[in-house]
């Protein structure tokens, strides 16, 4: 069954845009319908040739590509995450390597640089007509453990659920209640020219 | 005078991708063409409707307006990047909001958020165009001054240079050398399926 996404909704652009910007949001609702391997090698081709400080490309997405994966990263989330998450046919860690390779001196802009990544393999997912939904709410030990990855080396930013849209009514009610794209600050509060303004928090 | 920009060169897709992917990068060589208060109004609005933590949208573009905020955000940059940038019609501060609105917590995905939101911009920007170079090359101190913001409550995390791209004959010989689109890592190395390969560093 195809079920139609929500609309855009609410979201009133404050300057004109590419509808791909308003129509991209994080959904809960997914369909189990699995995603083909090499439908998702083309999202991280996408994040692979994002823009990293020095090049360092510091992202490493760990995802899932059996049922057994894909229960041990469900497994991270919280339970809270969990009750939506676990109908998605994808889910992945996101880590960034803490250090810059040729100096090993600590590398401030790897966070960032994942954003830029994540933000590409989610631009990519909505060319293909999937979503995405990056999530804070899991248990970082366990994405360590879960991922078999190195603490000191690699730091832990989100988790990741992909796939098809799905059928809000299978949401639990209290979450089908907020799944809606979400609106913004105004265009004006987060793009300034000159200088900050006196005395805004 | 149009340039055109150095084509994909050596960049080979190791999945199939959208070739905005690969044909954007981060050149140097900018015209100093100016860009449109209403166009660069489209890209931040690009970024404003990416995704982030509880939505916080923790980012907060600082743009030059008119020439003397160009040559106040300039002046942060390391001489290094003046080089170059100083020809850019358009040049930018991303600052991070350190805590959460709601709870007053730090807000440890305000880096990766912006980093999602930087994404955004620059996608817009190829749609139109255009093409934008993040820095890391910049004097900490001098950006919150010259945003005049607070450095208690923004975290600053990247300069960005915006335009149409230039004439690389124009750059200084050490920087026209490189001025070319850089390769990434195997897509193997960047996206694993189950687990992080044991002792891979």
Redesign the interface.
């Known amino acids: 069954m195809t079920v139609k996404a929500p609309a855009r909704n609410e979201?009133v652009?404050?300057?004109?845009?590419?509808r791909?910007?308003?129509d991209?949001?994080?959904p809960r609702a997914f369909s189990p319908e699995p995603i083909a391997g090499?439908t998702?090698?083309?999202l991280?081709?996408?994040?692979?040739?994002?823009?990293s400080?020095?090049?360092e490309?510091p992202?490493?997405?760990?995802?899932?590509?059996?049922e057994e994966?894909r229960l041990r990263i469900l497994d991270v989330l919280t339970e809270r995450n969990q009750v939506w998450a676990k109908n998605a046919p994808v889910l992945a860690l996101l880590f960034a390597r803490r250090t810059f390779r040729k100096t090993g001196r600590p590398n401030r802009?790897a966070?960032?640089?994942?954003?830029?990544?994540?933000?590409?393999l989610?631009?990519?997912a909505r060319?293909l007509g999937l979503y995405t939904h990056?999530m804070?709410g899991y248990r970082r030990d366990r994405a360590y453990q879960?991922?078999?990855?190195?603490e000191e080396?690699y730091e832990v930013?989100?988790a990741i659920a992909i796939g098809r849209y799905g059928d809000p009514e299978d949401l639990p009610g209290e979450i089908r209640a907020s799944e809606f794209p979400?609106d913004?600050?105004p265009?004006a509060e987060?793009?300034?020219?000159?200088?900050?303004p006196?005395g805004r928090?």
Do not use: H
């Open positions: 979201r652009a404050d300057a004109p845009v590419d791909l910007f308003l991209r949001w994080s090499e998702l090698r083309t991280f081709e996408a994040a692979r040739w994002a823009p400080c020095f090049n490309q992202w490493v997405f760990i995802y899932s590509g059996t994966d802009w966070a960032f640089d994942c954003g830029a990544a994540w933000m590409s989610t631009v990519q060319f990056a804070a879960a991922a078999g990855i190195p080396e930013i989100c979400k913004r600050k265009l987060v793009a300034v020219a000159g200088q900050w006196e928090v």
